[in-house]
């Protein structure tokens, strides 16, 4: 892994996250998120069985331990006290499972996230010994609180969970990334790839994503496009961009020793 993402400090070699909600069955859930590459997969405790509901399909049957980091979330969590219970929960079910990822959301309409209870549950989890990687508005502010408090990844939203409007304001998304010293992952609202694409050139360290492979008409192949795109994102990054220059132009090919034309 000559690029790796670190976090919490595991190294991992996708930069894909994805999540395993609304696919039509485990089968397809677990064909689509081989063919994205994601080492990290989320799981809605509240929502997906992991163990709690013994003799019921469990997703951790086609998901591995073994060949997957589970991430448990607090999905469907609209207070700190709720949150922090479901990844108690989570703890529990996974042995003792630390690496977490924290949504205390503020209304069941946006599913935009309640940032004074995040602030608190996350102030609250930490303590606990649990490594926080925290949902949060596009806040740089708020962003650097969560940082304060000991998280280890901020997970800033694009545009409304499961929209897939893309990216709104890559402004300020750079402008997370460029105070941050922990991991910035781009999490909800992505789309299709191009957004993916963006969050990485962008400079940010990942891309969460559930709905949009999930619900796609080809879930499987928009997997592997994602995987591509966040690939390829980070690579450009990386790279660097040529400048921009508006109303300039600059021609690629030489503008000297033209055929045909006239010698001084």
Same mark, same amino acid.
């Given at each position: 892994?000559?690029?790796?993402? !670190?976090?919490?400090?595991?190294?991992?070699?996708?930069?894909?996250?994805?999540?395993?909600?609304?696919?039509?069955?485990?089968?397809?859930?677990?064909? &689509?998120?081989?063919?994205?590459?994601?080492?990290?997969?989320?799981?809605?405790?509240?929502?997906?069985? !992991?163990?709690?509901?013994?003799?019921?399909?469990?997703?951790?049957?086609?998901?591995?331990?073994?060949?997957?980091?589970?991430?448990?979330?607090?999905?469907?969590?609209?207070? &700190?006290?709720?949150?922090?219970?479901?990844?108690?929960?989570?703890?529990?079910?996974?042995?003792?499972?630390?690496?977490?990822?924290?949504?205390?959301?503020?209304?069941?309409?946006?599913?935009?996230?309640?940032?004074?209870?995040?602030?608190?549950?996350?102030?609250?989890?930490?303590?606990?010994?649990?490594?926080?990687?925290? %949902?949060?508005?596009?806040?740089?502010?708020? &962003?650097?609180?969560?940082?304060?408090?000991?998280?280890?990844?901020?997970?800033?939203?694009?545009?409304? !969970?499961? +929209?897939?409007?893309?990216?709104?304001?890559?402004?300020?998304? +750079?402008?997370?990334?460029?105070? &941050?010293?922990?991991?910035?992952?781009?999490?909800?609202?992505?789309?299709?790839?191009?957004?993916?694409?963006?969050?990485?050139?962008?400079?940010?360290?990942?891309?969460?994503?559930?709905?949009?492979?999930?619900?796609?008409?080809?879930?499987?192949?928009?997997?592997?496009?994602?995987?591509?795109?966040?690939?390829?994102?980070?690579?450009?990054?990386?790279?660097?961009?040529?400048?921009?220059?508006? %109303?300039?132009?600059?021609?690629?090919?030489?503008?000297?020793?033209?055929?045909?034309?006239?010698?001084?």
């Amino acid at each position: 892994m000559k690029d790796p993402l !670190i976090i919490a400090g595991k190294t991992y070699a996708s930069r894909l996250l994805v999540g395993t909600g609304k696919y039509r069955d485990l089968e397809e859930t677990r064909v &689509a998120i081989e063919a994205s590459g994601a080492e990290i997969v989320t799981v809605a405790v509240r929502r997906t069985n !992991i163990g709690q509901e013994p003799g019921q399909p469990n997703l951790l049957d086609v998901l591995p331990l073994s060949r997957y980091t589970i991430l448990p979330n607090s999905a469907g969590c609209f207070t &700190a006290d709720e949150a922090v219970r479901t990844l108690r929960l989570a703890r529990e079910l996974l042995d003792g499972h630390s690496l977490v990822k924290l949504e205390v959301l503020g209304d069941s309409n946006t599913l935009f996230p309640n940032m004074p209870e995040t602030l608190k549950a996350a102030d609250i989890l930490v303590r606990d010994g649990f490594q926080v990687m925290a %949902y949060c508005s596009d806040d740089p502010i708020l &962003a650097r609180m969560l940082e304060d408090l000991g998280c280890v990844a901020i997970m800033p939203l694009a545009s409304l !969970i499961g +929209s897939g409007m893309g990216i709104l304001n890559p402004w300020v998304l +750079s402008l997370i990334r460029s105070q &941050a010293k922990i991991p910035v992952l781009v999490d909800a609202g992505v789309g299709t790839a191009s957004d993916a694409a963006i969050a990485m050139e962008l400079g940010c360290d990942g891309v969460l994503m559930n709905t949009a492979i999930a619900l796609a008409r080809d879930p499987v192949l928009m997997a592997d496009a994602m995987k591509r795109a966040v690939m390829a994102g980070r690579e450009a990054f990386l790279a660097g961009r040529m400048p921009k220059k508006p %109303y300039v132009a600059s021609p690629s090919s030489p503008t000297t020793g033209l055929i045909g034309s006239l010698a001084p």
